[in-house]
């Protein structure tokens, strides 16, 4: 899912006089003849703080080292490559309140977060990093070209003849051995960037894990990019996992995949799959197309009565849950129609959320002749979460006639809770009266 944990950061593999200029102080050793040249290519400019060691060697070579070693394979075509960034809260600002940034990786550091994000610059190439010692792998990054990595002073051994299978077997032993679950999770994101075809297959096998973890992890990592190959795996997962959890999370796969086969194929499986908790599930993972055509098949969802009522409920939820600009506008014809009670809950949610100031009021205008539970108790509630004078002041008015006795009954409910002396004072009036 874009989710979701989207970033990449990008800068570019310089010639090795000019990285030795910008960082200070890193040593590098050559084994000769042309050495140099072909450092050049594999040390990027973005480590920082770290000593690189060039060696001639396969995978067999790499794992009987000890200490940090370090490949590089062809990361998949014009995609985003992951790296280390954490997150910035602003909670001023509703609609960035969370936004993601690159803080690049640490070696010998726990990671926060990890992964990549769009409409920074593609990377070429990726990194594997690995702390070995003896058999076990304690520490593995996955990174691009132009991730920063702080080496706070370590060696690392740079292997020059790994080739992109060795990569992918080697990584594939890391997931189904004993490892930590962080080692794993960096094995199959590293698998999931390699550019070979053979890393779909891997990906493919790993989702039927009988750890629904790792089953999971390899179904978004065939997500991380839209090629026909990357479909065409989740499409047989879906033909062949049994129904349950990890199969309800290829939905969310495919909508993180984007490609128009993916986009129909989830339509299909909203539509026509047998198992009503994958069709939910699937709904969900359909509002992350953020748009006009994604806004008319909820609609049609909604409206269209041969359609189990779970699935018409969770298209009004998934609805609400859109940026789009159309959805404000949608929600709003929705609001004039009468529909099951979890429909209006998720409309009214939506609005009150999106467009507050003219919700509230339309609501509160329509509180003195309605029967409906869902928008008293909604309205009200919202009214109640404000806590300024001018909500106690409408709750005050709402708690008496003309208003129907549901509304008046759940106002004075949401007064006697309240802290505000002013309603108090009132209340303690009115039991006097």
């Given amino acids: 899912?874009?989710?979701?944990?989207?970033?990449?950061?990008?800068?570019?593999?310089?010639?090795?006089?000019?990285?030795?200029s910008i960082?200070?102080?890193?040593?590098?050793?050559?084994?000769?003849?042309?050495?140099?040249?072909?450092t050049s290519k594999v040390v990027p400019q973005s480590w920082q703080q770290l000593k690189a060691e060039t060696h001639q060697g396969a995978i067999e070579q790499l794992q009987q080292s000890s200490g940090w070693v370090a490949y590089r394979v062809p990361h998949?075509?014009?995609?985003?490559?992951?790296?280390?960034?954490?997150?910035?809260?602003?909670?001023?600002?509703?609609?960035t309140a969370?936004?993601?940034f690159a803080t690049g990786c640490t070696l010998g550091e726990e990671v926060r977060s990890f992964g990549t994000r769009g409409g920074s610059p593609n990377d070429d190439q990726l990194y594997i990093l690995a702390y070995l010692n003896q058999d076990k792998v304690e520490q593995l990054f996955a990174v691009g070209e132009h991730c920063t990595i702080n080496g706070q002073g370590a060696t690392v051994q740079l292997f020059d003849g790994v080739t992109e299978q060795q990569s992918i077997q080697w990584l594939t032993q890391l997931v189904k051995q004993d490892h930590h679950e962080d080692v794993q999770h960096q094995a199959i994101n590293g698998i999931a960037h390699h550019k070979?075809?053979?890393?779909?297959?891997?990906?493919?096998n790993l989702a039927t894990n009988d750890n629904e973890d790792i089953a999971i992890q390899a179904i978004f990592g065939l997500s991380e990019t839209p090629s026909q190959a990357r479909y065409e795996g989740l499409d047989r997962l879906l033909q062949t996992l049994p129904q349950g959890h990890s199969r309800e999370m290829i939905g969310y796969a495919l909508a993180n995949h984007g490609s128009e086969a993916s986009r129909q194929r989830l339509e299909?499986?909203?539509?026509?799959?047998?198992n009503l908790e994958q069709r939910q599930q699937a709904v969900f993972a359909m509002a992350e197309f953020e748009d006009d055509r994604t806004l008319s098949f909820f609609n049609e969802l909604i409206q269209d009565e041969t359609h189990p009522q779970r699935l018409a409920n969770g298209a009004a939820?998934?609805?609400?849950?859109?940026?789009?600009?159309?959805?404000v506008p949608a929600l709003w014809r929705l609001s004039e129609d009468e529909y099951q009670e979890e429909i209006g809950v998720a409309v009214w949610h939506g609005l009150f959320e999106r467009d507050r100031e003219r919700a509230l009021k339309h609501a509160v205008e329509r509180l003195d002749h309605t029967q409906d539970e869902t928008l008293i108790a909604l309205t009200l509630a919202e009214l109640n979460d404000d806590e300024d004078a001018a909500s106690t002041e409408l709750l005050l008015k709402l708690s008496k006639a003309p208003y129907p006795m549901s509304v008046r009954q759940q106002a004075l409910i949401y007064l006697a809770e309240s802290d505000d002396p002013v309603a108090l004072e009132n209340l303690t009036q009115m039991l006097l009266e």
């Fill in 76 to 95: 998949i075509n014009q995609q985003s490559a992951p790296c280390c960034f954490d997150f910035h809260i602003d909670r001023n600002n509703a609609k």
């Fill in 196 to 204: 070979d075809a053979y890393a779909t297959e891997a990906l493919v």
């Fill in 1 to 20: 899912m874009n989710t979701n944990n989207l970033m990449k950061t990008s800068t570019l593999i310089g010639a090795m006089s000019l990285a030795l």
């Fill in 317 to 327: 939820h998934a609805m609400a849950m859109m940026n789009h600009p159309g959805v």
């Fill in 268 to 274: 299909g499986l909203i539509l026509n799959d047998g």
């Fill in 23 to 38: 960082f200070p102080g890193t040593a590098m050793s050559y084994p000769g003849g042309d050495s140099a040249q072909r």
């Fill in 98 to 100: 969370t936004q993601s």
